[in-house]
T-cell receptor, first 114, second 111 residues
Framework: GAGVSQSPSNKVTEKGKDVELRCDPISGHTALYWYRQSLGQGLEFLIY????????KSGLPSDRFSAERTGGSVSTLTIQRTQQEDSAVYLCASSRLAGPYEQYFGPGTRLTVT | QKEVEQNSGPLSVPEGAIASLNCTYSDRGSQSFFWYRQYSGKSPELIMFIYSNGDKEDGRFTAQLNKASQYVSLLIRDSQPSDSATYLCAVNAGNNRKLIWGLGTSLAVNP
């Protein structure tokens, strides 16, 4: 079946501009996660959605970052007033309702802020 | 703070050897344990998960879990150059679906 999809695959933007990154999870997966991975670094958790529950935003690095999930499916991560330090690969993952909650990743969006 | 630790490597093994990758975790309440492989420039890919003490085998891969020692490992038998990648260990604690991630171990399999 179809895996997690993300768009765009690459995004180059100027410092100060806003960007939107999209994630479409695996059909039927109720949980959706956003991560950030800088070059040569580990995965940095950003935000987690589970069904209709309030999202866990504990990993968002600043109030310039926000995310929403519409209809329990597609999610959009928005970064306002981008900074050069926002340059990274943004990864989305989804998991099923039942355990053990293994996560499946999309191909990522490579964001470059110039 | 819940932590997952891995040696960063690089771990270098000859082709055909057994590669052993190790991971320790701090939260005794952890219930599920995952190994992912990440090729350079690609996203993480699930290899296998384990939640019971002991060994779990899947092809050339064996995951080993020791909850008493808070230790999980991944063995790769008959290592191939195509196994060269970074291996990420992740741990899930209880009903929280968030995973705590290690920083990964870089593996190089030399022909």
């Amino acid at each position: 079946g179809a895996g997690v999809s993300q768009s765009p695959s690459n995004k180059v933007t100027e410092k100060g501009k806003d960007v939107e990154l999209r994630c479409d999870p695996i059909s039927g997966h109720t949980a959706l996660y956003w991560y950030r991975q800088s070059l040569g670094q580990g995965l940095e958790f950003l935000i987690y959605f589970q069904g209709n529950s309030a999202p866990d935003k504990s990993g968002l690095p600043s109030d310039r970052f926000s995310a929403e999930r519409t209809g329990g499916s597609v999610s959009t991560l928005t970064i306002q007033r981008t900074q050069q330090e926002d340059s990274a690969v943004y990864l989305c993952a989804s998991s099923r309702l039942a355990g053990p909650y293994e996560q499946y990743f999309g191909p990522g969006t490579r964001l470059t802020v110039t | 703070q819940k932590e997952v630790e891995q040696n960063s490597g690089p771990l270098s093994v000859p082709e055909g050897a057994i590669a052993s990758l190790n991971c320790t975790y701090s939260d005794r309440g952890s219930q599920s344990f995952f190994w992912y492989r990440q090729y350079s420039g690609k996203s993480p890919e699930l290899i296998m998960f384990i939640y019971s003490n002991g060994d779990k085998e899947d092809g050339r891969f064996t995951a080993q879990l020791n909850k008493a020692s808070q230790y999980v490992s991944l063995l790769i038998r008959d290592s191939q150059p195509s196994d060269s990648a970074t291996y990420l260990c992740a741990v899930n604690a209880g009903n929280n679906r968030k995973l705590i991630w290690g920083l990964g171990t870089s593996l190089a399999v030399n022909p």
